[in-house]
């Protein structure tokens, strides 16, 4: 089984499921897992490859988080890498979005607050709320998201990991992602 | 709108595993308030509609002290939200209401909502009020552990003289009484 290559076994119990239905279509699921379910979902697991090189670093690693230097290979898994330390959820910035390979969105969104995302308040918000969940519980999250957003549908998992500074403060938030399904364009996104 | 169309039995889920889940639709608060002329929602849109002028979506709190004001002491289903701090769980809860399923959380933080489901749920609709500045309507399903709720919100969204959404005044509307979810009660679910 190659690293690309995911299995999504479907029998998994979520601990808790949001299903939020906007305007024109748009919805959001999340289901949201506990981490000890993540070798359910991932045959060759790139997510639990990154999951266990967080586990390593202990978190107590001062600016231990460098996967670009560790594990090159595993980078197009980490999906965004964003700042938590301001209190108000949207005004969490992007550091690092990655580049969709089947839409090329991505990188337009880095350095830009969630409060940016007009078009996709909900989903900003939600994010936000999220990423401020793991900051204040210092432990990772698991969802599986399953959207249509102003035209683009998206399945995916995505786990969160938290990352401290030296003091202690969690700064910021990493999340590994994998694809269910290929990203689609169904509409034409503003 | 269509509702009642779909049932799904209320016990569906094995009760030996916690069950937490919440179907939110928004609906257009046009449509939505042309159905609700009768309820305290409606009573509380006019209200909001005649209370001053306009920020965006939001109105001024001071127009609506100015244009009488607003008695909440004989509403049911009002509540009144203090969002001015950036942290959605610093929000404060001014007035609860006094009916429904958390009439004890008025003057606390939404922090000390003990369901984490439900503080997650309201700390997202009210940040979304809050950076929309404008009404928002929704139908709200949601089961949590023993219980499921079925209920229509109104948010409507007043600021400070600098312009800043400072409060959130809102009403719910039971639309099914609390349901144990070992009840063999059918659930109705709306379908749009």
């Given at each position: 089984m190659s690293d690309e290559e995911t299995v999504f076994l479907g029998k998994v119990r979520p601990v808790r499921t949001t299903r939020r239905h906007g305007f024109g279509g748009d919805f959001q699921y999340e289901e949201e897992y506990s981490v000890s379910d993540l070798p359910k979902f991932i045959g060759s697991r790139p997510v639990e490859r990154i999951f266990h090189y967080w586990k390593e670093l202990?978190?107590?690693?001062?600016?231990?988080?460098?996967l670009r230097d560790h594990i090159p290979a595993l980078l197009d898994h980490v999906g965004t890498t964003a700042d938590v330390t301001e209190d108000d959820p949207l005004a969490t910035k992007i550091i690092r979005h990655n580049t969709?390979?089947?839409?090329?969105?991505?990188?337009?969104?880095?350095?830009?607050?969630?409060?940016?995302y007009t078009d996709w308040l909900d989903h900003a918000v939600s994010c936000g709320l999220t990423y401020r969940r793991c900051k204040a519980s210092r432990e990772p999250l698991l969802h599986r998201i399953t959207q249509s957003v102003q035209g683009l549908e998206r399945d995916y998992l995505r786990l969160i990991l938290p990352e401290q500074e030296e003091g202690g403060e969690i700064v910021r938030i990493h999340c590994a992602t994998i694809r269910l399904k290929a990203n689609r364009l169904i509409g034409r996104p503003k | 709108m269509r509702l009642g169309l779909h049932h799904r039995q209320a016990n569906n889920f094995s009760t030996s595993a916690r069950r937490e889940e919440e179907v939110r639709f928004s609906l257009d608060i046009n449509v939505a308030f042309g159905q609700e002329s009768m309820t305290e929602l409606g009573r509380l849109f006019h209200i909001w509609q005649r209370s001053g002028r306009s920020v965006g979506g939001a109105r001024y709190w001071k127009d609506l002290q100015q244009n009488?004001?607003?008695?909440?002491?004989?509403?049911?289903?009002a509540s009144l939200i203090d969002v001015a701090l950036d942290d959605p769980y610093n929000f404060f809860v001014t007035r609860h209401a006094r009916r429904g399923v958390f009439p004890n959380y008025e003057r606390r933080f939404l922090r000390e909502i003990k369901s984490d489901m439900n503080l997650d749920s309201i700390a997202m609709e009210y940040t979304l009020a809050k950076e929309r500045a404008a009404p928002q309507y929704d139908e709200i399903h949601q089961w949590s552990g023993n219980d499921s709720r079925h209920y229509a919100r109104a948010i409507f969204p007043f600021c400070d003289v600098a312009g800043k959404v400072k409060y959130l005044l809102f009403a719910t509307r039971p639309?099914?009484?609390?349901?144990?979810?070992?009840?063999s009660l059918q659930v109705p679910v709306l379908l749009r």
């Amino acid at each position: 089984m190659s690293d690309e290559e995911t299995v999504f076994l479907g029998k998994v119990r979520p601990v808790r499921t949001t299903r939020r239905h906007g305007f024109g279509g748009d919805f959001q699921y999340e289901e949201e897992y506990s981490v000890s379910d993540l070798p359910k979902f991932i045959g060759s697991r790139p997510v639990e490859r990154i999951f266990h090189y967080w586990k390593e670093l202990d978190v107590s690693a001062p600016s231990g988080w460098n996967l670009r230097d560790h594990i090159p290979a595993l980078l197009d898994h980490v999906g965004t890498t964003a700042d938590v330390t301001e209190d108000d959820p949207l005004a969490t910035k992007i550091i690092r979005h990655n580049t969709c390979p089947d839409t090329g969105y991505g990188p337009q969104w880095d350095g830009m607050p969630l409060r940016a995302y007009t078009d996709w308040l909900d989903h900003a918000v939600s994010c936000g709320l999220t990423y401020r969940r793991c900051k204040a519980s210092r432990e990772p999250l698991l969802h599986r998201i399953t959207q249509s957003v102003q035209g683009l549908e998206r399945d995916y998992l995505r786990l969160i990991l938290p990352e401290q500074e030296e003091g202690g403060e969690i700064v910021r938030i990493h999340c590994a992602t994998i694809r269910l399904k290929a990203n689609r364009l169904i509409g034409r996104p503003k | 709108m269509r509702l009642g169309l779909h049932h799904r039995q209320a016990n569906n889920f094995s009760t030996s595993a916690r069950r937490e889940e919440e179907v939110r639709f928004s609906l257009d608060i046009n449509v939505a308030f042309g159905q609700e002329s009768m309820t305290e929602l409606g009573r509380l849109f006019h209200i909001w509609q005649r209370s001053g002028r306009s920020v965006g979506g939001a109105r001024y709190w001071k127009d609506l002290q100015q244009n009488g004001g607003m008695a909440l002491e004989g509403w049911l289903y009002a509540s009144l939200i203090d969002v001015a701090l950036d942290d959605p769980y610093n929000f404060f809860v001014t007035r609860h209401a006094r009916r429904g399923v958390f009439p004890n959380y008025e003057r606390r933080f939404l922090r000390e909502i003990k369901s984490d489901m439900n503080l997650d749920s309201i700390a997202m609709e009210y940040t979304l009020a809050k950076e929309r500045a404008a009404p928002q309507y929704d139908e709200i399903h949601q089961w949590s552990g023993n219980d499921s709720r079925h209920y229509a919100r109104a948010i409507f969204p007043f600021c400070d003289v600098a312009g800043k959404v400072k409060y959130l005044l809102f009403a719910t509307r039971p639309i099914t009484d609390v349901v144990p979810l070992n009840s063999s009660l059918q659930v109705p679910v709306l379908l749009r």
